[in-house]
């Protein structure tokens, strides 16, 4: 029997603007105190196997579990106006993306994409976590990619105008006017299913 599991496990925390910058971004629902669906929306692509999104709490905070088995993908995603670049992203994550299938690729991770005004994607960040064999996303001008450990909870921050200028040239930062967030468990594989 094939099988792939990809696992993410997830706590979005909030978006706070840099000192004498506009109020913070509009993350409705960003540290999963109400159920995911109040704020978020799923995409699911199921080829094959389980998937699962859930709110979990552990001690007095909620997280996010992402979860698909085999093929395809499971993702929650927002989509927020920014009035300028002048914020910082600040999440703590724990990624896990694992296939005892050499053919298989997985990858757990959040995903900002950068959304000109008619929310036509223009590139994106990823912070993910992949198997060995995972060549499905690769650094460009408009692509930047953090390849994290999958290790327990870490923190991490993502200066939005920084990010731009220094990772992606390719992408014009006036025509930047929304950020996409998705959570997302992720497998390459889909033939063979």
Request: contains cysteine; aromatic residues 16%; hydrophobic residues 35%.
């Amino acid at each position: 029997m094939r099988e792939i599991f990809i696992f993410s496990f997830l706590l979005f925390l909030f978006c706070y603007p840099r000192p004498k910058s506009p109020p913070p971004l509009e993350i409705v629902n960003g540290e999963f105190n109400e159920d995911w669906n109040f704020g978020w929306r799923s995409k699911v692509e199921n080829h094959a196997g389980d998937y699962e999104i859930r709110r979990v709490k552990v001690d007095k905070e909620y997280h996010i579990r992402v979860y698909k088995s085999l093929c395809g993908s499971a993702q929650i995603y927002q989509v927020i106006k920014i009035p300028n670049l002048a914020a910082t992203l600040s999440f703590r994550a724990k990624f896990f993306a694992d296939s005892n299938i050499e053919e298989y690729a997985a990858a757990a991770g959040i995903v900002i994409e950068y959304l000109n005004s008619a929310q036509r994607k223009l590139g994106a960040t990823y912070f993910y976590s992949a198997t060995p064999n995972f060549q499905e996303w690769q650094n460009s001008p408009t692509t930047h990619l953090y390849k994290v450990s999958p290790a327990d909870w870490q923190r991490f921050s993502l200066d939005i105008k920084k990010e731009l200028r220094e990772n992606l040239p390719g992408i014009e930062r006036e025509e930047v006017k929304y950020i996409k967030i998705t959570l997302l468990a992720y497998c390459t594989q889909k033939e063979g299913c």
